[in-house]
Structures are given as structure tokens and as C-alpha cells.
């Protein structure tokens, strides 16, 4: 975003103050003062551990052309937009800077695969439409009021991430966006901690509804009665002339896969829609179906079919969600790291058991974390999913993980799981039993930390 700063004033309803020139020219807006670039507007947010009003006047001095200010702070440091709160007032500042912009908004939400989804649309659409989208996982009320004052004046296709942990955040981010198209991926567990229901999940996940446009377009996974039940529900707020399109991988959608190939380094796919069989960069049927919604937005938005092919092939994709990683070693590691639910587990381990000619297919598993009260029982199913067909030796780790071991002993000889409560521990285990012709699915919830895994075996010299 690039304004005069009387103008970002009057975009968030605040007033400037202490500028010498109401005309200074801000490029960029900055939450964290040790990223200043200069000119950009410094904004002070408050969170678990700092006030960023702490950082306005270092922020200055290191070249931000102005900040916003909180009233209740007193009086700032240099040149300044009062607000009352400064974090509200970045989001009505990306709220007006969107619609001046006039992108059209396409907003992406799930239990799983909204950050894949994204990066797929993206690819897509991309070969046709100037386009913007949410870096990594820049979804919440911070991060996606962030990704669209970044986005540039000439987009023409906005593709945001909504995430949530409670009923009504997405609520807000539509309200925000105003998506013209809606994507909602799954429903599974995470977050159900808070949510306490995969019912009241499919309800905050439908509250991507509350804010599209009249006439929008809905795609959804059609496996999923969730979905149906709370869309069908009068309750569920949704706009006038709500067109729908359901996606998944038996045939009763409107786009489903007609055949799925799966190959050493991807999938290959013809959508039911189209003649062209498209290849897709990523392991697993579950990408599959994401791909299917981002296929079905890409049509809407009329991008052809060779488009399609073309944009896949150069996907960029977000790492950690089973990334391939061929170890020097010789190791085949899948990076499933990033986050884990009993759902997008079961799905990693259904690559690996499609991986043939490997001499041990080896899980590494953690611990699932927001799962609520029956978090124990989730991490002993994950267990008994496991079978000799798809795991030949579990580690696992954490508390929970632990609980996993539990389950595997289904299927699993005793002798071929080992649980820890050290990760280094674990690394030294592994690295033991590791041979060149290993596959190594490394799986967890975000807050266990298991690429220090993948790096430990990306770069350990094997004893056999
Ligand atoms: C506010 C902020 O951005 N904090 C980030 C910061 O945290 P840190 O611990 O350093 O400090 P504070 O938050 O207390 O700092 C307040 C501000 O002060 C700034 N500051 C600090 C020190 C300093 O020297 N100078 C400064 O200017 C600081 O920059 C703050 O602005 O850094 C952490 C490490 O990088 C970040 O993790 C932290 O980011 C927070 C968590 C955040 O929400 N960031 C968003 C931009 C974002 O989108 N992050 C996503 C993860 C989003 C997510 O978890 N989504 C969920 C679903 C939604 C759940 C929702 N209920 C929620 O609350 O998020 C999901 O499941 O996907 C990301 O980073 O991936
Ligand atoms: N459709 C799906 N079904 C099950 N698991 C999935 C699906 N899509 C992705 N996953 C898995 O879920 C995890 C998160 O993927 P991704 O980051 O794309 O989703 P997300 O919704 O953005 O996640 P988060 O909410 O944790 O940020 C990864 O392990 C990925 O392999
Ligand atoms: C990414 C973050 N919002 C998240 O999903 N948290 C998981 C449950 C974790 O903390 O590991």
C-alpha cells in the first residue's frame, strides 16, 4: 500500500498528528520494529509478550515515516495517526485500501488444506490474473488484514486464508474481505478444544457465509454432512443467489477426479470437468481433493484448461505439508511437520502406505494438540490406524504421543515402536535404525516443534 499519510488517516478514522507534511508519502505498513523499511507505516500492536508502542520511536529513528497511536499512550514520539486502537485500526485500514483497490476476493477456510488450497489457487489463477495471496499462514485477524495491505494496487484476484480457533473469527474476516467466492475444505478436529464440536466447527467454518458478496460462489467438500446440515440450516447466515459446487472423490460432486495416479514425486489426476489429465506436485489423495475446489474456483473464473496444467507444474508450495525431502543420506523424509489432527494424519499415513519399494516405511508421530477432553482416545485411534501395511517402526513423542504407541500395539509388534519424551533422544534412536532405503513420515501439531526432526535426519550419517 502506498498513501499520503492524511489519507491512511482518514482510510482508518484516526488524525494525524506531530507530521510536519500531511502529504508524506508511507509505503508499507510494519507490525514489528525490527523489519522497518523505510518510509512504512509502523503499527504498535499489543500481544503476550510485548506492547509495540514500546518500539514507536525506535521505529521512527530507523526510517518509518510515521506510526499510528493510541490515544490512551499519551503523546507520540514523532509524526503519528491517533486512533483509539491501533490494532482496529489496521483492520479498517486494509478494509478501505480493499476496496479501493477493487480485487475481487476469493476466501479459503477449513479444518485442513487451507494454506495448500491457497498456494493451488494461486498457481492457477495466476497464469490469467494479477494475483494476490496469504504468505504462509497468515490467516487470522492479524495476519489477513496484513496480507491485504501488502497486496499490490493493481491486483485483480485476492486469495485469503481465514484460520480460526473460535466461533465468529471468521465471521469477522469475511466481513472484512467481502469474498466474492468461498472455499471450505473440511471439517475435522483441530481447534476442538475450543470449539468443543465438529458441529460447532463446521458452524465457524460456514461463517466465511456471513460476509460474500450477493451472488457468490460456495464450493465445499461434498463428503462432509456437516457441511450440508449447517448450510441447509435457515440460521446460517448466507447472502442472496448463493451459487454452490461440491467437490470430493466419489463421483456424486460436481468436480471429482476420474482416475488418480499416484506417482513417485505426485498425483496425477483428470478432473471430471475437463479432458486433460493434470499432474499435480504433491503426494496424496487428500491434495487431490484440494485441488479439486482450487479447479473449481480457476473455472469460474475462466482459466483453461492448459492454464491449469501450465500453472500446476510451477506450484509454489507452502513447505512442511508432506514435502518431500531426499536426504543425502539417501533417506526419503516426508515433512508433514507443520501441523497435525487425527484427519491430516490419517491422510499422511495413507502416502505412506502407497510408497513402495522402501526397505522401512518409519512414522514419526506427536503429539495432536486442541483436541479437547477425548484427546486421548483421538491419539490411541491414530495408533490403531497404523498396520504393518503402512508402518514398519513408530517413534513417537510427547505426552500424548505416547498414547499413539498405545493404539499401534494393534497392529504393531511391540518391538517396532518406540516412544520418547526427549525429541534428542529420539533422534539418536532413529538415526540408529536408519538405512539409506528409509521413508520417513515426520508428523505433529505446530507447537511440537518436529523439523528439528527433519533437519537431524536430513543431515545424520547412518551407521548401516
Ligand atoms: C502480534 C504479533 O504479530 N505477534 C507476533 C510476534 O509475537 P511476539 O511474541 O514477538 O510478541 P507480541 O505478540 O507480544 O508482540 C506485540 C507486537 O510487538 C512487536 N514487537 C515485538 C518486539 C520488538 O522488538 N519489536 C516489535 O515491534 C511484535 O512484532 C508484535 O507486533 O512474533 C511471533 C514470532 O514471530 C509471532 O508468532 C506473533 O504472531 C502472532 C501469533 C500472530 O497472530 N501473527 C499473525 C500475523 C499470524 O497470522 N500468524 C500466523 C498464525 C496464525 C494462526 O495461528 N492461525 C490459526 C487460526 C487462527 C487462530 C486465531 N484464534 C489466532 O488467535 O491466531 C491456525 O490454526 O492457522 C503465523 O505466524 O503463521
Ligand atoms: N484435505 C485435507 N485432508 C486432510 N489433511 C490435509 C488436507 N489438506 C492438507 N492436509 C494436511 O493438513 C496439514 C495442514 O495443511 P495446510 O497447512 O495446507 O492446512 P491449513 O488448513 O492451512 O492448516 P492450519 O490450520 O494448521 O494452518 C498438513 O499436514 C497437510 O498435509
Ligand atoms: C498454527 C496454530 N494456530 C495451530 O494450529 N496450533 C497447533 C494446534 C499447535 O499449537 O501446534
Request: hydrophobic share 40%; proline share 4%.
Amino acid at each position: 500500500m502506498k498513501r499520503k499519510l492524511a489519507d491512511i488517516a482518514a482510510m482508518c478514522g484516526g488524525q494525524v498528528a506531530n507530521a510536519d507534511d500531511n502529504n508524506l508519502i508511507i509505503h508499507g505498513v510494519i507490525t514489528d520494529s525490527r523489519h522497518i523499511q523505510q518510509g512504512c507505516l509502523f503499527v504498535p500492536l499489543s500481544g503476550e509478550r510485548f506492547d509495540g508502542h514500546a518500539f514507536v520511536a525506535d521505529s521512527l529513528a530507523s526510517g518509518a515515516g510515521a506510526a499510528l497511536w493510541e490515544r490512551a499512550k499519551g503523546n507520540p514520539p514523532g509524526p503519528a495517526v491517533l486512533v483509539d486502537n491501533a490494532l482496529e485500526a489496521m483492520q479498517l485500514l486494509a478494509k478501505s485500501y480493499l476496496a479501493a483497490v477493487g480485487a475481487k476476493v476469493v476466501g479459503i477456510t477449513g479444518s485442513n488444506g487451507k494454506t495448500t488450497t491457497k498456494d493451488l489457487l494461486f498457481a492457477l489463477l495466476a497464469t490469467t490474473y494479477k494475483v494476490h495471496k496469504t504468505s504462509g499462514n497468515y490467516n487470522n485477524h492479524i495476519g489477513m488484514p496484513l496480507t491485504i495491505l501488502d497486496m499490490p494496487e493493481d491486483t485483480e484476484i485476492a486469495v485469503l486464508e481465514m484460520g480460526m480457533s473460535g466461533r465468529y473469527e471468521i465471521e469477522f474476516l469475511s466481513k472484512l474481505a467481502e469474498p466474492e467466492a468461498a472455499i471450505v475444505t473440511n471439517i475435522g478436529e483441530s481447534h476442538l478444544e475450543q470449539l468443543g464440536s465438529r458441529l460447532e466447527i463446521a458452524r465457524a467454518k460456514l461463517e466465511i457465509l456471513s460476509g460474500m458478496k450477493t451472488g457468490g460462489l460456495f464450493i465445499y467438500i461434498g463428503d462432509e454432512p456437516l457441511i450440508t446440515e449447517v448450510l441447509a440450516d435457515p440460521n446460517t447466515p448466507k447472502p442472496e443467489q448463493l451459487h454452490t459446487l461440491t467437490f470430493g472423490v466419489n463421483g456424486n460432486h460436481d468436480i471429482y477426479p476420474s482416475g488418480i495416479m499416484f506417482l513417485e514425486h505426485g498425483t496425477m489426476f483428470t478432473p471430471n470437468v475437463g479432458e486433460t489429465p493434470l499432474e499435480l506436485p504433491l503426494l496424496g489423495e487428500h491434495n487431490v481433493v484440494n485441488c479439486l475446489a482450487a479447479l473449481a474456483v480457476a473455472r469460474h473464473y475462466g482459466v483453461t484448461e492448459a492454464n491449469m496444467k501450465e500453472g500446476l507444474k510451477h506450484a509454489e508450495l507452502t513447505g512442511m505439508r508432506i514435502e518431500i525431502i531426499e536426504g543425502a543420506n539417501g533417506v526419503t523424509i516426508l515433512n508433514d511437520a507443520y501441523n497435525a489432527s487425527p484427519t491430516s494424519v490419517r491422510a499422511a499415513v495413507n502416502v505412506l502406505n502407497k510408497m513402495k519399494g522402501y526397505r522401512n516405511k518409519i512414522a514419526v508421530l506427536g503429539d495432536m494438540l486442541e483436541l479437547g477432553e477425548d484427546e486421548v482416545q483421538f491419539h490411541q485411534e491414530v495408533g490403531e490406524y497404523l498396520t504393518t501395511e503402512n508402518t514398519d517402526l513408530l517413534f513417537t513423542y510427547g505426552r500424548l504421543g505416547k498414547e499413539i504407541a498405545v493404539g499401534a500395539k494393534k497392529h504393531l509388534a511391540p518391538d517396532n515402536i518406540y516412544a520418547y519424551d526427549d525429541k534428542s533422544e529420539l533422534i539418536h534412536k532413529l538415526i540408529s535404525v536408519l538405512h539409506p532405503k528409509d521413508v520417513v513420515l515426520v508428523k505433529a501439531s505446530r507447537g511440537m516443534k518436529l523439523e528439528e526432526v527433519v533437519e537431524a535426519v536430513k543431515h545424520s550419517k547412518l551407521h548401516q
